[in-house]
Structure formats: C-alpha cells, structure tokens
C-alpha cells in the first residue's frame, strides 16, 4: 500500500525527521578527548527534563526494563520488602522483577482501571513502625490500561507518616510528555525510555537518580555491573562512560532535547492533555467508554478503549494494521481482546490524532461495532478547532 504507515501505539513513537537527521552520522570515537563536550551538556540538559537540580540521570544502553533493574540491584537487598500495587500489565511486570530478585513485596492488588491507591500506601507506611519497607513502587502511567496515578500524593503520604522509604516512580510513558517533578515530589529514582516522549527508538534506558539514592549502598546488597550507579557516576564527571555507550542513540537525544526546550514543557504538557481530550471526546461520541474508571485516572499519553460486549478487540486491530496500515495498541494480560490502544504522545499534532481515530473508526466499522461512522472523528474536529481558536485569542 502507497502512503506511510499510521503508527497509534503507546511507544515506540513516532520519530521527527530532525532526530533521523541526527542520528545519520558516521560512527564515532567515544574516547576522543573532545566527547565529554557533547556529553556534559547532554546530562546537564536532561535534569532539566526530570525536573531535577540536585539528582543525576544516567543514560544506560537498554529499554525501561534495565532502567527499573538499575534501581532494584543499587539500592535494595534480598530480602528488603517493597510497597506496590498492580492495576495493569506494567505495575505487574515491575512486582515479578521485584520477586525474581529475591524481594519481599507487598503488593496490592486494585481493579485494572484504577490507578495507585495512596490511601492504602498511607496505611500501610504508618503501621510499619520499623521501617521494613525499604521503597515504594510508583507507575505513574500505565499503559496498559490508560491511567495516570499521582505520584505527589504518595510523597505527601510518606512525608505524613514520617517514611524513610525510597519513592521509585515508572514513568517509562510520561517523562518528557506528562508533569514530572523529581526534586518536588522527592522521587528517588525515576525511570524513562527512550522510544516514548524522547521520540526516538528504542535502545536507551533514562533514569534519574536522587543522592540519597545514589547514597545508598545497603549492606548485603544485590550484585551490579552493568547498572551500577557508582560505576557511571565516576565516568560520567569526566564525560564518559564505562563501556561502549550507543553514541548514534546519544546524537538523537541531543536532537530531541533541543526539540523539547524548543517547545517547552509545560507547552509539552498542554498538548499532550489537549491531543488526548480530542480522543477522549471521540470515544464518547462513538458511545463507548475508556478503560481508565473515572475522569481522575485519564492519561494524557495513551487511551485504552474498551470494545462492546459481544466484539472482540484484537479484530479491530488486525483489520486496522492489515486493510488501513494503522497499527493501534493491543490490550494486554487482563484485558487482552476487550480494549485497543491508541497512542498520543511524543511527535504529535492534531491531524496525526485525527488520523488514527479516522483508522480505528474504518476498522470499527469493518468488523461490526455498533457506532455511527464519523462522529469520533467529528467530535475531535470540533474540539480542536474550539480550543485552537481560544490558543489564537489568547496569545493575541
């Protein structure tokens, strides 16, 4: 099929042709005595997108995955009991890397659609009068189900009950797109990727580290190597790193980098709310509902919509890749065959978003589901052309 392909998954994302021109350079010498000249400002500039003066980020070769084993085996020892819950595929996933590494979780378990109970994580803090928790698992968005969690209230819950616990936050699918306040929030590490709100493939994990964390060596602790953080804190002061790092992927972030600081981002955060109040207005025009349960939980960065009863929502997505080459986000574990995910972060503007609700409404209608060809699309319309007109006044 002539045309390019529509890409409405939650991550990878799509890519700006400022970061492909980027990263088409010769490969280069990451020893050469003038390397710590790109790399410095690059690790100075990403502090400024976790919103951190007083931390370290660290660019690691690897997905988010490595980021969240990076903050496991550097601050945590067999046997340490971590707070968690598991509302979706992703809060799950980061629970059993917790017990493969021999910890103790303490794992609530909520209704997929809810997001982090910082009520119960309260509760829970306030009767561990020693101190046995040793960190607390925060997904600040999980993709899989579309829902956003707040991660200040978790801060605020530890700070009332006097906690010395360590705040770990996923925010694989919200650094760069959704507020994120590390020194604010008093989040200890925090982990990114580099295939969603940084716009470029997959291959580099992000992760910002507060000093207490990168302080924190607990006595017993679990092996390193790869993820040690003493270890990259020691090069990365003299701009290097302690193996080979995937300099092509570096040239891409610095690229991404100026594009985000080009834009701003609050600017960032806006269009990412405003792209996916679009989506949300168009899939309840089309009668249906998201998989997030209550206003509070929507995510800015992805839309889980649940199909009607009776329809299966893996065939809206086979018909959307195969007949329309739209590729839409697959529900996942829980709620696989019931929701279909349409991804709107990253590189993205207003007639991209109208794109995929355009393809997921010819799938729709290929296959059955019960809605009026359109309206989705018409209701997106109307909203970005009210809202775009309120941007024009007010920045006259």
């Not at 801060?155 to 959704?178: K, M, N, Q, W, Y």
């Not at 990114?192 to 493939?201: H, R």
């Not at 409404?361 to 989705?376: H, I, K, N, S």
Request: glycine content about 10%.
């Amino acid at each position: 099929m002539s045309g390019f392909k529509g890409l409405a998954v939650p991550g990878p994302t799509n890519m700006p042709f400022e970061i492909r021109r980027a990263m088409d350079v010769a490969l280069e010498d990451h020893r050469a005595p003038d390397f710590p000249d790109f790399i410095k400002p690059l690790l100075a500039d990403l502090k400024k997108v976790f919103q951190t003066e007083t931390g370290q980020v660290f660019v690691f070769p690897g997905s988010g995955t490595g980021g969240w084993e990076s903050a496991i085996a550097n601050t945590l020892a067999p046997g340490d009991t971590v707070l968690a819950s598991i509302f979706g595929q992703f809060s799950y996933l980061w629970v059993d890397m917790c017990r493969k590494f021999g910890l103790n979780v303490d794992a609530i378990e909520c209704e997929w659609g809810t997001g982090v109970p910082a009520d119960l994580y309260e509760q829970k803090l306030a009767a561990d009068k020693e101190h046995k928790i040793k960190a607390v698992l925060v997904t600040q968005n999980e993709t899989a189900t579309g829902v956003t969690s707040d991660v200040k209230a978790v801060r605020e819950a530890l700070d009332r009950t006097g906690h010395p616990a360590l705040l770990f936050v996923d925010g694989v699918s919200s650094i760069g797109s959704i507020d994120f306040r590390q020194d604010e929030w008093g989040v200890d590490v925090a982990v990114s990727g580099s295939q969603k709100g940084f716009m470029l493939p997959t291959g580099l994990a992000i992760v910002g580290v507060s000093r207490k964390a990168l302080a924190h060596r607990p006595e017993g602790g679990l092996p390193r190597c790869f993820f040690d953080y003493q270890d990259m804190a020691k090069t990365n002061a003299d701009g290097f790193f302690p193996y080979t790092p995937a300099t092509t992927l570096l040239r891409g972030l610095r690229a991404s980098l100026d594009m985000i600081f080009d834009e701003g981002l609050e600017n960032i955060f806006a269009r990412h709310h405003r792209l996916a109040e679009g989506v949300r207005r168009a899939v309840d025009a089309w009668g249906m509902s998201l998989c997030a349960k209550e206003a509070k939980w929507n995510s800015d960065t992805v839309s889980a919509i649940v199909v009607p009863e009776g329809y299966n929502a893996n065939d809206v997505i086979q018909t959307a890749y195969h007949k329309y080459d739209l590729s839409l986000g697959a529900g996942l574990s829980k709620v696989a065959g019931k929701v279909f995910r349409i991804g709107h972060l990253g590189y993205l503007n207003e007639i991209m978003v109208l794109q995929a609700l355009g393809g997921a409404e010819l799938a729709m209608r290929d296959v059955g589901l019960p809605f009026t060809p359109g309206v989705g699309v018409g209701a997106a319309v109307e909203y970005y052309a009210a809202t775009g007109q309120a941007e024009a006044l007010a920045a006259q």
